[in-house]
């Protein structure tokens, strides 16, 4: 079983740019792919952006709009998801999840097996 932990959320301005890294504990996620969503307060979940296993195929959320860029570094178990030009919209609670059963990655979240316990992000002036 694998246990995962955000970190790096926090209150930022417009325009500012977030970090946020998903620690993996238990077993080691190099075979899975990995993801990113999020869940603004009374709104869906939304697929924010998404890494094969090998880190070579990635896949990002249509509101992305190339501000985000994600990562993993699988000797040190963590994925990262960069957040740049920060918007009001982006505030959410950012969740980090991993699909044990397949290596290439999905953008529905029914893929995902594992998740986190997420990370805040506010965007206000």
């Known amino acids: 079983q694998v246990q995962l932990v955000e970190s790096g959320g926090g209150l930022v301005r417009p325009g500012d740019s977030l970090r946020l890294s998903c620690a993996a504990s238990?077993?080691?996620?190099?075979?899975?792919?990995m993801a990113w969503f999020r869940q603004a307060p009374g709104k869906e979940f939304e697929f924010v952006a998404a890494?094969?296993?090998?880190?070579?195929?990635?896949y990002y959320g249509d509101f992305v709009k190339g501000r985000a860029t994600i990562s993993r570094d699988n000797a040190k178990n963590t994925v990262t998801l960069q957040m740049d030009s920060l918007e009001p919209e982006d505030s959410a609670i950012y969740y980090c999840?991993?699909?044990?059963?397949?290596?290439?990655?999905?953008?529905?979240?029914?893929?995902?097996?594992?998740w986190g316990q997420g990370t805040e992000v506010t965007v206000s002036s």
């Open positions: 890494i094969s296993q090998s880190g070579s195929i990635k």
């Open positions: 999840a991993g699909d044990s059963k397949r290596r290439i990655p999905f953008q529905s979240r029914t893929y995902y097996d594992y």
């Open positions: 238990g077993r080691s996620f190099s075979r899975d792919a």
